[in-house]
Structure formats: structure tokens, C-alpha cells
Nanobody, 119 residues
Framework: QVRLVESGGGLVQPGGSLRLSCAAS????????MGWYRRAPGKERELVAQ??????TNYADSLKGRVTISRANAKMVYLEIDSLEPEDTAVYYC??????????????WGQGTQVTVSS
């Protein structure tokens, strides 16, 4: 069983910055990659950024230059968002692709953390 716990969300003024954290715990073989998705009101969930166990990163084109994903260790990642805009208001979800040590992997999700950008 894998548990992902996000933290760091809240109310931020436009132009501000925010750092989200995600910690994974539980009984699993390893994590292939971790990432962040978000779902804005009335919109589909979308990828924000991902980082592999080797440190390779992938960012949504629309957010490149404003977001940075990084790893503290194999089970904890951060997402920094700069120059926040009201359009960044969303629930941000942590995702981890779990390596079972067998022939398959699966995605695990956190409960989400609300980010609201407003003056």
C-alpha cells in the first residue's frame, strides 16, 4: 500500500511563488517516477511536471519557465511555481509510478492540495 501526502498549498497573491511537497510512504519496491498534476475548476486534470528516479524532468509546455520539479530523495518531491496567476488556481495532485518489482507498475495518487491564486 502506497500513501502520498501533499503539503504546501494555500492562498497566494498573483505574482507570488509557492512550493508544494509530496512524500511517499508504504510498502513498495521502488518508485519509477513522481509527478504533479492539477485540476482547475471546470477543467480536465493536466500534467504539470514529472521527474524520474534518475532525475530526468518533463514539464507541461504551457508552464515551462515557471515551474521546477525537484527531488529531496527517492520518496519526496517538490514543485515550485513562480509568477503565479489566477489561472493556476487548482487542486494539485501528486502522482507516483510504483515499481512492484515484478512485471508491472501502477500509478498511485495523493488526495490533492488546493492552490488558490487571488488578491
Amino acid at each position: 500500500q502506497v500513501r502520498l501526502v501533499e503539503s504546501g498549498g494555500g492562498l497566494v497573491q498573483p505574482g507570488g511563488s509557492l512550493r508544494l511537497s509530496c512524500a511517499a510512504s508504504g510498502n513498495f519496491f521502488s518508485i519509477n517516477y513522481m509527478g504533479w498534476y492539477r485540476r482547475a475548476p471546470g477543467k480536465e486534470r493536466e500534467l504539470v511536471a514529472q521527474i524520474t528516479k534518475d532525475g530526468a524532468t518533463n514539464y507541461a509546455d504551457s508552464l515551462k519557465g515557471r515551474v521546477t520539479i525537484s527531488r529531496a530523495n527517492a520518496k519526496m518531491v517538490y514543485l515550485e511555481i513562480d509568477s503565479l496567476e489566477p489561472e493556476d488556481t487548482a487542486v494539485y495532485y501528486c502522482q507516483a509510478n510504483i515499481n512492484t518489482g515484478s512485471y508491472y507498475s501502477y500509478d498511485s495518487w495523493g488526495q490533492g492540495t488546493q492552490v488558490t491564486v487571488s488578491s
